[in-house]
């Protein structure tokens, strides 16, 4: 199968098993807590159950409040354009293309705290408000991660920057491959609303994030916002399964495979972690996210050696 055809099939995958991630780390959670837990389907379950329902609208929300979803869905599905896959070129390539995965992200979430300020409701205003605090040290940190990888690499796109096309001692690759992979983890986690940082399972207002900004959707809307959940947890793990991986520029069957099994093993340490540790307290978790935002810096300043 030639490299342009896989490309093409390689945008599809994240569509089919994204929902899969949280298949596993439910099922993770579960295994831990000595139960037998849900189905690993059961998130694809929920989506078409969903769709089936009427959608229900507050009186007091405009258009913006519908089209929020579908937006946050049209701009993670475009981040897959731009993302490589085990080890083969993004369909998009060019220098500076992790700025547009940061502000497709950032658009995501611009529509989802406009949705939630549109409701009214106090309770999503403070929720919304948390996230873009939160938000806006995550994506520094996701940046500083990204420099580090920019530095040894001299490249400056994201189906570029693997390490192992550097020219630098694999003493040096190494650590700076595994300093920013767990940054990068550690932000997945704040940036798809996981423990610690927020947990996705409650509905107490005054301790989510996340999830209180999304408490007036139901049916087809809340089944998207669920779909592109998944998608961005795709591809913050792609991207580590992509640093860790060779980039071979041609279709490669082991890469495909560890791609795959590198992605799935991390939803299940999430899952692990989730079944390990509470969540942080509030004032808790601008120091978590700054943890990433160090060992960043330590990467930056071992690619300089």
Known sequence: MSVQIFKLFSIFFPLILSPLLFGVINKTKA????????????????????????NIYSQTTSSIFKISPVIGLICVYMALFIMPFAGIPAIFSFKGDFILLAYLFGLSRFFTVVAALDTGSSFEGMGASREVTFSAITESVF?????????????????????????????????????????????????????????????????????????????????????????????????????????TFYVSLTNIFYFFIIIFSLAVLTGI?????????????????????CLSLIAVILAFK
């Not at 998944?230 to 860790?244: H, P, T």
């Not at 972690?273 to 935002?293: C, H, T």
């Open 31 to 54: 295994f831990f807590a000595g139960r037998k837990g849900m189905s690993v389907l059961q998130p694809y379950y929920d989506i078409f159950k969903l769709i089936q329902k009427e």
């Open 143 to 247: 940046f500083l991660s990204l420099i580090a990888l920019i530095l040894i690499t001299k490249e400056y796109s994201l189906s570029g920057i693997s390490p192992y096309s550097s020219e630098k001692h694999f003493s040096i690759i190494l650590p700076v491959m595994l300093l920013v992979s767990v940054a990068i983890f550690l932000i997945s986690l704040a940036e798809n609303s996981r423990i610690p940082v927020d947990d996705p399972n409650t509905h107490l207002e005054l301790t989510m994030i996340h999830e209180v900004m999304i408490l007036d959707y139901s049916s087809a809307d809340l089944a998207v916002i669920q779909y592109l959940s998944s998608i961005k947890m795709w591809i913050f793990f792609s991207i580590i399964a992509n640093i860790l991986l060779p980039h």
């Open 273 to 293: 972690i989730e079944s390990s540790i509470a969540r942080l307290r509030m004032l808790k978790v601008p120091q978590f996210i700054i943890g990433a935002a």
